[in-house]
């Protein structure tokens, strides 16, 4: 089975800090993402890697950098945590590129900005 | 920018009848959809994809798509309390580059017992 997890379930945070939100797969997958939920929003991609090193802007990637230096993990970071960045984090990954590779999703981060 | 949309619900439906699901999507350069469930605070998890005109069935679900439409849907029979969640409709295009999977808002649906 495919095991996606997260390294918090809850985090809570205050403005201005630098947040880390951490991410690892178990089945050598090459693509990994991160989005974020919101209520009446859906899901949201912010970044996804395609490979180690590699990244690409997602749909809303402003306020956030990624790191992937290890192909089983992808790191979402927040460089100064405003109060709009409450939400739920959620990552996932997927085998290769292809029209029609599922993605695994890991059980999310749910981060509190105060 | 592709856009998926669904109706938001809630959508009611009795146990033991046929739950239908909506979405449609913009790009017409769509290649798969997919089909994820979402309990309350959990993530999502893949229930089905389908990339062909037509139906696919797997067991009590069957996904229809239909491409000149831009319509894809979720059929679930013998609906039970356990289907009640929130339904995402996710499309992406093909190859590399389209790795991307664009959701819809979610349709939540409730099974009364």
């Known amino acids: 089975d495919v095991k996606v997890t997260q390294s918090s379930r809850y985090l809570v945070k205050r403005t201005g800090e630098k947040v880390f939100l951490e991410c690892v797969q178990d089945?050598?997958?090459?693509?990994m993402f991160w989005y974020r939920q919101d209520p009446g929003l859906g899901l949201r991609l912010i970044y996804f890697?395609?490979?180690?090193?590699?990244?690409e802007k997602g749909d809303i990637p402003e306020g956030y950098s990624v790191s992937r230096e290890k192909k089983e993990r992808f790191s979402l970071i927040l460089e100064s945590a405003s109060t709009n960045q409450t939400s739920m984090y959620l990552c996932?990954?997927?085998?290769?590129?292809?029209?029609?590779?599922?993605?695994?999703f890991g059980p999310g981060t749910r981060l509190l900005v105060l | 920018q592709k856009e998926v949309e669904q109706n938001s619900g809630p959508l009611s439906v009795p146990e033991g009848a046929i739950a239908s699901l909506n979405c449609t999507y913009s790009?017409?350069?769509?290649?798969?959809f997919f089909w994820y469930r979402q309990y309350s605070g959990k993530s999502p998890e893949l229930i089905m994809f389908i990339y062909s005109n037509g139906d696919k069935e797997d067991g009590r679900f069957t996904a229809q798509l239909n491409k000149a439409s831009q319509y894809v849907s979720l059929l679930i029979r013998d609906s039970q309390p356990s289907d009640s969640a929130t339904y995402l409709c996710a499309v992406t295009g093909w190859g590399f580059g389209n790795e991307k999977l664009t959701f819809g808002t979610g349709t939540r649906l409730t099974i009364i017992p």
């Open positions: 996932a990954s997927s085998l290769i590129a292809g029209f029609q590779e599922t993605q695994y």
């Open positions: 790009d017409r350069g769509s290649q798969s």
């Open positions: 890697s395609y490979d180690v090193k590699m990244k």
């Open positions: 089945m050598d997958h090459e693509n």
